[in-house]
């Protein structure tokens, strides 16, 4: 009998197959390693460079969060252009990150939609010195503008959900919705709520504290 392909290995298949210039390095009991050159091309169609890349993916794929190096060094070493001294790319921020991985991702459409995006922004740079489009600040920053800019929050109402969050309280669907706008929380924010409760207590409890060194009255 047949052994059917696992998930990542189908997904991988149409991966290679939509950028060939990539294969699988390596397979252990732990992770999986492709690796294997990135081309980037403009709008237009018009080859701007090639990237060497590494991608790491953990053996509970689609449930994981892939690590991705820029082996190539063509990228600066430096934090403002969001990479590690080591190569590692800082993609999205965290939370988007974590909660893909909640969902699932999927080879393809993760080097569509994460990767090719980064290096084709980080080729933009070089060229003109600022990204196309805005950015996140780094650490702390960049925690309190992804839920003002992002999640819509106040500090003192973003204060006071993760406070409540990593108390365990929950929220009732039915309840008044925190924002003050006087209608069910079912009707209004679940969904921003859902998406913080989707978070690791870890990460919440990095926010929380981001937020008490504004001190600000919750």
């Known amino acids: 009998m047949q052994k059917l ?9 149409v991966a290679l197959d939509r950028f060939p210039k990539l294969r699988l390095m390596q397979s252990n009991t732990n992770y999986w390693v492709v690796s294997g050159e990135l081309d980037i091309c403009d709008t237009k169609g018009n080859y701007w460079n090639t990237f060497e890349i590494q991608m790491l993916f953990s053996k509970n794929y689609p449930f994981c969060i892939p690590v991705v190096t820029e082996v190539s060094k063509i990228i600066p070493r430096e934090i403002d252009w969001h990479i590690s001294l080591s190569g590692d790319c800082c993609l999205d921020i965290p939370h988007k990150l974590v909660y893909q991985s909640r969902l699932g991702v999927n080879i393809s459409d993760f080097v569509a939609t994460k990767v090719y995006p980064y290096f084709s922004n980080q080729l933009y740079k070089l060229q003109t010195g600022s990204y196309a489009g805005s950015e996140f600040a780094h650490h702390r920053e960049g925690i309190i503008q992804f839920y003002t800019e992002e999640l819509r929050f106040e500090p003192n109402k973003a204060l006071y959900v993760l406070q409540r969050l990593t108390r365990g309280k929950s929220f009732n669907r039915n309840e008044m919705c925190y924002c003050g706008k006087k209608v069910k929380l079912k009707n209004c924010h679940i969904s921003t709520i859902e998406f913080l409760k989707s978070m690791p207590h ?6 929380l504290k981001c937020f008490k060194l504004l001190k600000i009255d919750a």
């Open 202 to 207: 870890k990460q919440l409890s990095i926010d």
């Open 5 to 13: 392909p696992t998930v990542f290995e189908r997904d991988l298949k």
